[in-house]
């Protein structure tokens, strides 16, 4: 997961202990895509801790060279699948303004699920101490209250 963060050259790169760690106490709400025994994406999230039918995903990546063949989408699909019976009802990640890839990805998530899509202002620069972009709040499911 931190070799694909890494080689994106788009996301933040954790470090490697926080990969490893995430691996160790959020497998359930992450999923990684093998092909063969190589890992060529991964989806890190988790359960909102105030509200446990909201899964938040932190990360999402997928090798260059294995892009534009579904991989991000089956994942997100598989990882809600998993927690349905669970009762995650709702997904939340944060993008980019400039990360058309990451949009479409999300938008054709809500799409398939049939379940609305809506965005919102979270975290603006200014919130960040280093030169981090904005980061607008993406749902995709009802929202809560909604
Ligand atoms: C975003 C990313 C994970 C998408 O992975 P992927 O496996 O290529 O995505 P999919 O093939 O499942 O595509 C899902 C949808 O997004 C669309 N899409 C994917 N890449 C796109 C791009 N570069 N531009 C426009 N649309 C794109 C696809 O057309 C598809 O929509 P459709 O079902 O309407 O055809 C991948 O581009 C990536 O790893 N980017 C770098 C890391 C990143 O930006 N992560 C997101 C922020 S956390």
Do not use: C
Request: aromatic letters at 8%; a negative charge; proline letters at 3%.
């Amino acid at each position: 997961m931190w070799e694909i963060a890494r080689d994106s050259q788009v996301l933040d790169v954790n470090s490697s202990y926080a990969y490893v760690l995430w691996g160790r106490d959020f497998s359930g709400t992450s999923i990684v895509a093998l092909d063969h025994d190589r890992v060529v994406g991964f989806v890190t999230g988790y359960r909102r801790p105030d509200r446990q039918d909201t899964l938040f995903v932190w990360q999402v990546a997928v090798d260059a060279d294995q892009r534009g063949k579904g991989v991000a989408g089956r994942m997100l699909d598989g990882v809600l699948d998993r927690l349905a019976t669970a009762g995650v009802v709702r997904l939340e990640t944060t993008i980019s303004p400039d990360n058309e890839a990451s949009q479409a990805l999300f938008t054709a998530l809500a799409r398939r699920r049939g379940v609305p899509i809506s965005t919102e202002e979270l975290f603006r620069p200014e919130h960040f101490p280093d030169s981090h972009e904005a980061e607008d709040l993406y749902t995709v499911g009802h929202r809560h209250g909604g």
